[in-house]
């Protein structure tokens, strides 16, 4: 065993790989921001069956639920600079993260507008439809009323959805990104030491998802305490 691994390549690169773990976490902040918002407005087209844009979004969840995240990153690397430009917009100036952040954090929002769809749907229509019979805008219905219940509702799936983002941005190094996986294999190359170096990655993210399941644990059990 101690042949097998190599204790001091460990303890040596353990640090050097933990620093390009911001880049990993800002990726996720990114995303989920882009997530909760875009989601948010396809779980509300969804729910409420806006005629042709429910189509749309149908369409695109479709596509970004039942493809793999690595054809996602490749698709906005090399095909949103093209759609852009048939419409006279060029990006030529765009850095590699920002087509990373774009691609996660629209693979985020499907995910999460499915999430946030069954909270909305799982709140009583007695509350919507009541809300409405006072006059409150449909606008105000869900921000007022609705989305924050459906929020509370679905944090527990919003945990598992992050963890799993999370272990999906070890595929931004396809493009470039000196992230965890990224750093991990740049180290690798370098030394020719692929067990011990994966390893310290695994035990990253490791505990990086019980953090982050812990976190959002810890959120549902305060939220059920005060509800």
């Not at 990114?30 to 396809?42: D, K, N, T």
């Not at 906005?76 to 060029?90: A, D, H, I, Q, R």
């Not at 690798?188 to 959002?216: M, P």
């Amino acid at each position: 065993m101690a042949d097998f691994i190599h204790w001091d390549i460990v303890q040596r690169y353990f640090v050097s790989i933990l620093k390009a773990f911001p880049l990993t976490v800002l990726i996720v902040a990114v995303a989920c921001l882009i997530g909760f918002f875009l989601g948010a407005i396809v779980a509300i087209i969804r729910v409420e069956k806006v005629p042709i844009a429910n189509q749309i979004v149908i369409v695109f969840v479709s596509f970004l639920r039942g493809t793999p995240i690595l054809v996602q990153l490749f698709v906005v690397f090399y095909g949103l600079p093209v759609l852009l430009e048939t419409v006279g917009l060029s990006i030529e100036g765009w850095s590699k993260l920002t087509y990373v952040f774009i691609a996660y954090g629209l693979n985020c929002s499907a995910f999460f507008s499915e999430i946030i769809r069954g909270a909305i749907l799982a709140i009583p229509k007695g509350q919507i439809e009541a809300a409405r019979s006072i006059g409150l805008s449909q606008w105000r219905c869900y921000s007022r009323i609705v989305l924050p219940q459906a929020f509370r509702i679905a944090i527990p799936n919003f945990g598992v959805a992050l963890v799993g983002l999370l272990q999906d941005t070890s595929l931004a190094f396809s493009l470039g990104i000196v992230e965890v996986m990224g750093k991990v294999r740049s180290i690798a190359a370098l030394t020719y030491r692929n067990t011990e170096v994966y390893l310290i990655a695994a035990i990253i993210f490791i505990v990086a998802s019980y953090l982050l399941k812990g976190i959002f644990q810890w959120i549902d059990q305060r939220i059920i305490y005060e509800y």
